[in-house]
C-alpha cells in the first residue's frame, strides 16, 4: 500500500514560519501531481496549493504570496514552505499525491498546524 508521511507541523506565534514535508513510500515522477490541503475545525477541506510542475503550481487566493510549494522528485517529497502565519491557517494539513496516468489519489494522515498568541 502507498503510504505518505506528514511531518512539521506544530505551535507557532503569528507571523512565523513552518516547512511541510511528505515523504512518499513510492516513486515520484513527472506523471504525479502533489500538493497539500488543509481543513480547519468547522470547515471544509481546501486546497492549499498542488504542483504538477515547476512552472505548473496553484495556490488558494489566502495563502498566495505567504506559501511556496516545492518538491523533490529523487526524495520522493513534497514541500511546504508557509511563512507569514496567520491564526487563520490554523488547521491539520494533508499531503496528496495523484497518478494522473490511473487518477488515483494517495492521502497521508496530516500534521496539525497551530497559529496562535
Known amino acids: 500500500q502507498a503510504q505518505l508521511v506528514e511531518s512539521g507541523g506544530g505551535l507557532v506565534q503569528p507571523g512565523g514560519s513552518l516547512r511541510l514535508s511528505c515523504v512518499a513510500s513510492y516513486s515520484i515522477t513527472s506523471r504525479h501531481i502533489m500538493g497539500w490541503y488543509r481543513q480547519a475545525p468547522g470547515k471544509q477541506r481546501e486546497l492549499v496549493a498542488d504542483?504538477?510542475?515547476?512552472?505548473?503550481?496553484n495556490y488558494a487566493d489566502s495563502v498566495l504570496g505567504r506559501f511556496t510549494i516545492s518538491r523533490d522528485n529523487a526524495k520522493k517529497t513534497v514541500y511546504l514552505q508557509m511563512n507569514s502565519l496567520k491564526p487563520e491557517d490554523t488547521a491539520i494539513y494533508y499531503c496528496?499525491?495523484?497518478?494522473?496516468?490511473?487518477?488515483?489519489?494517495?492521502w497521508g494522515q496530516g500534521t496539525q498546524v497551530t497559529v496562535s498568541s
Open positions: 504542483m504538477a510542475g515547476p512552472d505548473r503550481t
Open positions: 496528496y499525491v495523484n497518478d494522473r496516468v490511473y487518477d488515483s489519489s494517495y
